[in-house]
T-cell receptor
């Protein structure tokens, strides 16, 4: 158990809808990362937060947004959903924000857009 | 950016020791080497991290030569449950992808298949 909690585990919704994915980082970790992994694809970095502030951004679509709250949990909001957004969404956390700090991943939210 | 190169796939029989080598010729002085394991439909799991020489934990060993231009993840006596994708990451995981955005790159990893 990595200590990172993601909810929900599964989400099925229709095109055009909006969903919110939630992540609770490992106790004591200040940095949260979001990744997208489509079928047989690699891990695509979306965005990173550190202690409530955005630190880095990958190729995150404008329809997607995220935030990290004062209690350090994070939410990823996906709107105007398309079929191609169906994927596994992972959250990871680390204690520091530097490049050598190991990442601890949750078990992901599987999003299916129909 | 410290680019890494590792084999796309490897096969091994149960009970054998598996060594997966990762090349990172332009590793920087402050960079650590970190390995992750990912099972299908699960998040990657941190396995081991090292800076130089040898690191061992309950799961694996990591061998790093003096020049640090490569590293080898060693899995002792693999079982079917070790079938997974293994990723090697080196320190500076960030790469600029244009228009102000950065990628925290994981690469494609090595798909290890353990055969009965």
């Amino acid at each position: 158990d990595s200590g990172v909690t993601q909810t929900p585990k599964h989400l099925i919704t229709a095109t055009g809808q909006r969903v919110t994915l939630r992540c609770s980082p490992r106790s004591g970790d200040l940095s949260v990362y979001w990744y997208q992994q489509s079928l047989d694809q690699g891990l695509q970095f979306l965005i990173q937060y550190y202690n409530g502030e955005e630190r880095a951004k990958g190729n995150i679509l404008e329809r997607f947004s995220a935030q990290q709250f004062p209690d350090l949990h994070s939410e990823l909001n996906l709107s105007s959903l398309e079929l191609g957004d169906s994927a596994l969404y992972f959250c990871a956390s680390s204690f520091r924000q530097d490049n050598n700090s190991p990442l601890h991943f949750g078990n992901g939210t599987r999003l299916t857009v129909t | 950016l410290a680019k890494t190169t590792q084999p796309i796939s490897m096969d091994s029989y149960e009970g054998q020791e598996v060594n997966i080598t990762c090349s990172h010729n332009n590793i920087a002085t402050n960079d650590y080497i970190t390995w992750y394991q990912q099972f299908p439909s699960q998040g990657p799991r941190f396995i081991i991290q090292g800076y130089k020489t040898k690191v061992t934990n309950e799961v694996a060993s990591l061998f790093i030569p003096a020049d640090r231009k490569s590293s080898t993840l060693s899995l002792p006596r693999v079982s079917l449950s070790d079938t997974a994708v293994y990723y090697c990451l080196v320190g500076d995981r960030w790469s600029y992808s244009g228009a102000g955005s950065y990628q925290l790159t994981f690469g494609k990893g090595t798909k290890l298949s353990v055969i009965p």
